[in-house]
């Protein structure tokens, strides 16, 4: 059974940073791709962030171009979301997601993590 749960989230404020971390659990994660959503109040649930398989390709929402990146280790079955330059329309709860297979365009994901929140204050 796969599980992802993520940690890191806080309350910071506006030009700080954050890692968030995603644990999952199960034999295959070095062959999924993974990825970061978040959702804010009253909005769709927007993809963050997306890695392949092997680390090798990466996607990026144009909001967080340049201040946010993703990584995994697949040794440790752990992707992260490094958040730098936070502002205060950053504020959301975010959400770990895994696709089935090993690149992150062509469908959704297919499991998801509980999220945690983050809150970037002015």
């Known amino acids: 059974q796969v599980q992802l749960v993520e940690s890191g989230g806080g309350l910071v404020q506006a030009g700080g940073s954050l890692r968030l971390s995603c644990a999952a659990s199960?034999?295959?994660?070095?062959?999924?791709?993974m990825g970061w959503f978040r959702q804010a109040p009253g909005k769709e649930r927007e993809i963050v962030a997306a890695?392949?398989?092997?680390?090798?390709?990466?996607s990026y929402a144009d909001s967080v171009k340049g201040r946010f990146t993703i990584s995994r280790d697949n040794a440790k079955n752990t992707v992260y979301l490094q958040m730098n330059s936070l502002k205060p329309e950053d504020t959301a709860a975010y959400y770990c997601?895994?696709?089935?297979?090993?690149?992150?365009?062509?469908?959704?994901?297919?499991?998801w993590g509980q999220g945690t929140q983050v809150t970037v204050s002015s």
């Open positions: 997601a895994r696709w089935s297979g090993r690149t992150y365009y062509g469908g959704s994901p297919g499991y």
């Open positions: 199960g034999r295959t994660f070095s062959n999924s791709a």
């Open positions: 890695i392949s398989w092997s680390g090798a390709s990466t």
